[in-house]
């Protein structure tokens, strides 16, 4: 057990997984609020660094290629205070990082997590409903549809396009980029076999960004529908599948309803009825599943309920069927 508490948030590694908790100081930047609290599996890690500095630091969590949705969604464009997987750390704990960095370091050999990028994603993405507002429109998922309505100032091409609906099942990616210098940036959202002809302030498909604070909600719209649209390195899609998009495969994380609340622990699954045959879970959910599973083992454990062999043993299965045991 390894946690790191500063200003900036609070990081808790259990042996099975980080947990994140942004701060909730006026520095903290808005999209990491936003986001809340998340969990991130050991498997999903490639590595971690503390990188000191003349007051205090920097900690930061590598993610392994293709195993967040929001990671994906943005292609690495986040700004460092705007990261999630990086903690400012204050002078007075450096220590502590240093400890914290050795005991993931240490974890993930004992495990053996892989190197290499993921076919599925390991974290299920923003919780939903969602929405992100730009110059000229705002943008609203709440799991299973895209709804897009525009602001007074956009162009006559929107207006006279009108509000845009999407389902999943209509979209083959969705894109996201920040503005720079004086480009701006786009939400654009890329129904089959429409690709954009128009430059984001006059498609009907896009949202335009000028800035990034307070459009920063854009991108976990980004996230949760990427999160639910087929992984781009899923077995089975070609070399010309989009990329920009993706969703679990059955067994991913990135089910709708699995999704924790915002800031606060995942819930616990509801059991069937005495005298009931037990639902099947849906595929969707098992890895989010298994992952609240371990953490709740985990609490367990530590607050006495279960032994050291019961713990070893209930993990132990519960590892058996993460890897498809």
């Avoid at 990135?254 to 622990?265: D, E, H, I, K, T």
Wanted: net charge negative; with cysteine; charged share 25%.
């Amino acid at each position: 057990m390894a946690e790191l508490m500063t200003r900036d948030g609070t990081w808790i590694f259990d042996g099975e997984a980080v947990r994140i908790v942004p701060g909730g100081e006026r520095g903290v930047h808005r999209l990491r609020q936003e986001l809340g609290e998340h969990i991130v599996p050991l498997a999903a890690l490639a590595g971690i660094s503390y990188e000191p500095a003349r007051k205090g630091g920097r900690l930061r969590l590598r993610l392994r290629d293709g195993a967040d949705p929001l990671l994906q969604a943005t292609g690495g464009r986040l700004p460092d205070d705007a990261s999630p997987y990086h903690l400012a750390v204050d002078p007075d704990r450096t220590g502590v990082a240093e400890y914290f960095v050795d005991e993931i370091r240490r974890a993930m050999t004992l495990e053996e997590v892989p190197e290499g990028p993921c076919d599925r994603y390991l974290l299920p993405g923003p919780p939903v409903p969602v929405s992100g507002a730009g110059v000229d429109g705002t943008a609203t998922f709440d799991g299973e549809q895209v709804t897009v309505t525009w602001r007074w100032n956009t162009t006559e091409h929107k207006k006279n396009a009108g509000p845009q609906e999407f389902t999943l099942g209509e979209l083959a990616a969705v894109e996201w980029q920040p503005s720079a210098g004086l480009e701006s940036g786009f939400l654009r959202f890329r129904p089959h076999g429409v690709k954009p002809s128009a430059a984001p302030e006059h498609d009907p498909h896009a949202i335009e960004l000028w800035g990034f604070k307070k459009e920063s909600g854009t991108a976990l719209v980004a996230a949760a529908v990427t999160a639910r649209l087929p992984h781009p390195k899923a077995p089975g899609r070609g070399a010309g599948a989009p990329s920009g998009g993706a969703a679990a495969l059955p067994g991913g994380p990135a089910a709708l309803g699995s999704a924790p609340a915002r800031g606060g622990p995942a819930p616990l699954q509801a059991a069937a009825p005495q005298g009931t045959a037990a639902a099947p879970e849906a595929p969707a959910e098992d890895h989010d599943v298994l992952l609240r599973r371990l953490r709740e083992l985990g609490e367990l454990r530590r607050d006495g309920i279960l032994t050291e062999e019961e713990f070893a043993a209930a993990k132990a299965a519960v590892l058996e069927r993460f890897h498809g045991g």
